[in-house]
């Protein structure tokens, strides 16, 4: 018995569900509203990604197991290969080819498509713009099409930094030693075109300005619970206090007993915890008209001395900061937050030139700690006599 290539299976199973649509329904119409119509469009809404199999199954004789089939290769075999490249070369710059190739599309299926969509006279990407929700492959493509560049002024970077030290270094009381905290984040955000040499890569700039800290979160040693009274009035404060920014998204802090210890677990990163309570938090604000786009985590433990340079893109990670401040080792680290309320750091960059000792990366490859332009070098000295 011989075993046939997987993109040939498919097409089989596709020419077979075509040919039992045919008898059924007839050829695909240019016009009309009627079922025959309605069931093309399901296939071809089922090919870019916009739909599902609802009608054809049950209306269609011998069709369940081929549909299934259908779906299942463009979900899990060809992971919405063929729906990427559709969405890809209808919204971004870009040869169908590469994109076909780089999909895992033969062109078979693409050429199928194509004369799926002439036939009924509609778009490749009727239905996508429908959609209620992005699908979770549209804000993968997205996500790779746009670079985001994060920037704490120096507010928000007072704001995070003040109140974190302080829950950390003074005690709770009842046996906590410190506590985490949470807050909200408001900012501007603009878009630019495509970076250069780049070709259809957009960055995205959020200006993170102040981080209003919820004083009635629950609070813990490991853990912090958000407060919805809370929130509601932060809210509605922002809109009054700050008309012309928007939310940007949110803020915790993690807290650790040594500089080990926080290497060890990964203290930058989100805990599974953090993932799940985001995703509904960003369902409930969407409803209400606000689209959370960054997470900021400032991550704290002892240091043995005071003082020293803040790094951007620690240890080779552009979406991390780190600094000493009051003897204490402090990471900030931040996350793009998907539509879908999925966390990110891909293609992020962290900046924060408001920090003490501030070296970016690209100074520090040099070892060299250039003046801004129209400054002057101020040198300290000690008193003399003493």
């Keep these: 018995m011989s075993i046939q290539p997987r993109s040939q299976g498919f097409m089989q199973d596709l020419r077979r569900l075509d040919a039992r649509l045919r008898e059924t329904a007839g050829a695909p119409r240019p016009i009309g509203n009627g079922l025959r119509r309605t069931l093309w469009l399901e296939l071809l809404h089922v090919l870019n990604g916009s739909g599902g199999f609802e009608q054809i199954p049950w209306l269609v004789p011998n069709t369940v197991g081929l549909t299934a089939r259908v779906a299942r290769h463009l979900d899990a075999v060809q992971g919405h290969g ?10 971004y710059a870009g040869g169908v080819d590469s994109l076909l190739s780089r999909n895992g599309v033969e062109t078979a299926e693409w050429e199928y498509f194509q004369r799926l969509a002439r036939d009924l006279n509609v778009p490749l990407a009727h239905g996508q713009d429908q959609m209620e929700e992005p699908a979770a492959w549209m804000n993968d493509v997205d996500e790779a099409r746009q670079d985001v560049r994060v920037w704490i002024r120096e507010l928000a970077l007072q704001d995070m930094l003040l109140a974190g030290m302080e829950a950390y270094l003074v005690p709770a009381g009842s046996g906590k030693p410190s506590t985490e905290i949470y807050g909200i984040v408001f900012g501007s955000l603009r878009q630019t075109a495509p970076t250069a040499g780049r070709a259809g890569i957009s960055l995205a700039e959020y200006n993170v300005e102040r981080v209003c800290i919820q004083h009635r979160a629950k609070c813990g040693p490991s853990e912090v619970f958000a407060d919805e009274r809370s929130e509601a009035t932060q809210l509605a404060m922002g809109e009054e206090l700050f008309p012309y920014w928007h939310l940007l998204g949110d803020f915790h802090t993690h807290t650790y007993r ?3 210890e926080l290497r060890r677990q990964g203290g930058w990163r989100y805990s599974d915890a953090d993932q799940q309570v985001n995703i509904e938090w960003c369902r409930k604000l969407r409803a209400l008209g606000h689209r959370p786009r960054v997470a900021l985590i400032l991550a704290i433990t002892r240091a043995g001395r005071s003082g020293g340079a803040s790094v951007e893109g620690w240890e080779g990670k552009p979406n991390v900061i780190k600094t000493t401040i ?16 999925v966390y990110s750091a891909d293609g992020l960059t962290l900046k924060c030139p408001h920090l003490a000792g501030h070296v970016p990366p690209s100074v520090r490859s040099r070892r060299v700690l250039a003046m801004p332009s129209g400054t002057t070098r101020r040198r300290y000295a000690r008193p003399a006599g003493r």
């Design 326 to 341: 009051g003897r204490c080792h402090c990471l900030i680290s931040a996350y793009r937050i998907r539509p879908d309320g």
């Design 258 to 260: 040594s500089l080990s």
């Design 82 to 91: 063929l729906a990427r490249s559709v969405y890809e070369s209808t919204r």
